[in-house]
């Protein structure tokens, strides 16, 4: 059972973004409800909706229409010349009414809602959750539930309350026990991490389109993994936790630069390798080298040595740029 509904313009390769391309193509196992009234498309059973390469998947879909803003001032006599050719009809096969893109034409669906095993995915990405409320006004998908999950080519977020992902902002934000996996195994932790990724950039050689240049959009590219954006940095808040193999930092607020391989703690800063502590407000740690140095800046820091525990190597105290104390 299916529906097309919603033409709007093409669409550009910024990963799961609902909110550019053609069609929005709805079918269902169990069945589709259109309430005019409402207006409302409710689809039943092993549900999905495609618009160019992002598809949702759900045990129900709901999406929500509206008349587009150049037709809402139409004469009420005109909107009602086509009502008919809008109305489903319950036809034996199993289909509605609404296939045309003509019957369509004067509506965009500006919502949609997932409920139950909620997958939406590309070729590159994919988020999944319990429930996932798309707003196509402002491009951001929220899920929440079980297991909330946003995997690209490049990292893992994961969540326990909530997960954002702002397509056209480049950021995705996670709640509650949120940690960041990248794909060299490099693992961020806190109650808050807010992750800011790339603009999508056409392959070495290839020119944007005309219209990419003039709205300083990103065409679609051949290769899928220009389709999602690198990761540039992760913001973290509330107890931060930063793993390396050999470390483990923590503090209050942190800022972690993939590139630089570079994170740096502020507030109740604590270092731990092995026996050995670390305690004070500022700390850098390199997840490239591996080494953690304490900045002990306007105050003094403190420490617990274990002189022959060999995981003691490495550990730093001092200011940037100096030997600092090394064990």
Do not use: C
């Not at 079918?27 to 992002?54: M, P």
């Not at 509330?238 to 923590?250: C, E, Y």
């Not at 502590?277 to 040595?305: E, P």
């Amino acid at each position: 059972m299916g529906a097309v509904l919603l033409l709007a313009s093409p669409a550009l390769a910024q990963g799961i973004d609902l909110s550019h391309g053609g069609p929005i193509d709805i079918t269902a196992q169990s069945g589709i409800e259109w309430l005019q009234d409402q207006h409302e498309v409710i689809a039943y059973g092993d549900a999905r909706a495609v618009r160019q390469n992002v598809t949702v998947t759900a045990d129900r879909l709901i999406a929500y229409y509206r008349k587009k803003a150049g037709d809402a001032a139409k004469p009420a006599a005109a909107a009602a010349a086509t009502t008919p050719a809008a109305t489903p009809a319950a036809a034996s096969n199993g289909t509605t009414g609404i296939g045309g893109d003509e019957d369509t034409s004067g509506n965009e669906i500006y919502r949609v809602e997932a409920q139950g095993h909620v997958q939406i995915f590309t070729t590159t990405d994919h988020a999944q959750g319990d429930r996932g409320i798309y707003d196509l006004d402002q491009a951001v998908l929220v899920l929440t539930g079980h297991d909330l999950r946003l995997t690209t080519p490049n990292d893992v977020l994961t969540a326990r309350d909530d997960l954002e992902y702002w397509s056209q902002k480049h950021m995705a934000v996670a709640r509650g026990d949120a940690v960041v996996v990248t794909k060299d195994a490099r693992r961020i932790a806190a109650d808050v991490l807010v992750a800011y990724t790339t603009p999508n950039s056409p392959p070495p050689g290839q020119a944007p389109t005309q219209a990419a240049a003039r709205t300083g959009a990103t065409p679609a590219s051949d290769d899928p993994l220009a389709a999602s954006g690198k990761l540039e940095k992760v913001e973290a808040f509330g107890h931060v936790s930063v793993r390396t193999p050999t470390d483990i930092a923590t503090g209050d607020r942190g800022v972690y630069v993939p590139e630089t391989g570079i994170a740096l703690l502020v507030g109740n800063v604590r270092i731990t390798r092995g026996q050995n502590q670390l305690a004070g407000t500022r700390a850098i740690v390199n997840l490239k080298t591996g080494v953690s140095r304490l900045l002990s800046g306007n105050q003094r820091v403190q420490g617990l040595i274990v002189p022959n525990d060999a995981s003691s190597q490495g550990v730093v105290a001092g200011p940037p740029g100096q030997p600092g104390h090394k064990p």
